[in-house]
């Protein structure tokens, strides 16, 4: 397995896998990886020749400074997994090369990306938009492997490949999760045993509503997001937001109409934990 550091370096090891007829597939990660990345490796794995695993804590889509410097980092760890894994490529730039002085140039999504964690932290996914097309361009992969577990982060990099014609395959895996139910999550690392047990009502809730809506499908989704609410809050989380939205554009309903996406954003201890499920709208 190489570590490539240097943005060059990867460029012309991309170059070579091409010239050789081997495809690349990326897993872009931000570190402190779990099982859930390590999934996303294996999808990866599945469609190409190549795999290459990048390792960045993008300060541009921290929202809060503090969130920032206590992200988990965890290189040795990470490399160890990647290894077992056999992972061709960590890519594991510089942030002094990635945002070199003057940077001033950023992508923006102007529709999937204002709701759910858009409306929540301000100018999160211009940083996430803005990294991933920079990492496609040092990469050059064929494929490039995301989680379900940011289901809104999947589709906003969906719709900036497509209207940017990036010719990359972008591949959807679903979300890893603890036997307890919790979703795998970096942040998880922040959370002590206690926050961990009580984190896990996120899932708990989710399954609730899930069932809710698939029993009564013209119950009020209001109804449904306050009794996630309140399941939530006494189990000490503090509600970042809870939304019902339409699975193909985001956009928030009233009643379970067509396919929806139930997501949840609460902070237990410091650690802001998202997590989501799809329901399908048995008619469609
Ligand atoms: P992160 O390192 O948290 O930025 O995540 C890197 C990638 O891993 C993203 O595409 C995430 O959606 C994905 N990911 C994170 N947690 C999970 C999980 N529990 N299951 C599946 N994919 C995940």
């Given at each position: 397995m190489r570590i490539i550091e240097n943005i060059n370096e990867m460029l012309l090891f991309s170059k070579a896998c091409k010239q050789a007829g081997q495809t690349v597939g990326v897993v872009p990660t931000m570190g402190a990886l779990h099982d859930g990345h390590l999934s996303l490796v294996t999808a990866a794995k599945k469609e190409a020749d190549v795999v290459v695993v990048t390792i960045f804590v993008n300060?541009?889509?921290?929202?809060?400074s503090t969130d920032l410097e206590s992200y988990p980092r965890t290189f040795e760890a990470d490399r160890e997994m990647c290894e077992a894994l056999a992972v061709d490529v960590i890519f594991f730039p510089k942030t002094s090369e990635v945002y070199a002085p003057n940077f001033s140039t950023w992508v923006n999504e102007e529709?999937?990306?204002?709701?759910?964690c858009g409306g929540t932290r301000p100018g999160h996914f211009r940083g996430v938009t803005t990294v991933v097309a920079k990492l496609f361009n040092m990469v050059q992969p064929d494929f490039a492997v995301f989680g379900q577990k940011d289901a809104q982060q999947a589709m906003v990099i969906k719709q900036m490949v497509r209207d940017l014609n990036f010719p990359i395959e972008i591949i959807i895996a679903p979300i890893i999760r603890e036997k307890s139910g919790l979703a795998m999550s970096?942040?998880?690392?922040?959370?002590?045993q206690d926050e961990l047990e009580k984190a896990t009502v996120i899932y708990e809730s989710l399954k609730w509503a899930e069932k809710q809506l698939l029993a009564n499908?013209?119950?009020?989704?209001k109804e449904i997001k306050e009794v996630m609410t309140t399941m939530i809050t006494k189990a000490g989380g503090k509600i970042h937001y809870i939304e019902i939205v339409?699975?193909?554009?985001?956009q928030p309903q009233q009643l379970f109409e067509t396919s929806v996406i139930i997501a949840v954003a609460a902070f237990f201890g410091k650690a802001r934990l998202i997590d989501n499920i799809f329901v399908n709208y048995e008619s469609e």
């Open positions: 300060p541009a889509q921290f929202d809060e529709k999937l990306s204002v709701g759910l970096s942040r998880n690392k922040n959370l002590t499908p013209g119950l009020k989704l339409r699975q193909d554009n985001l």
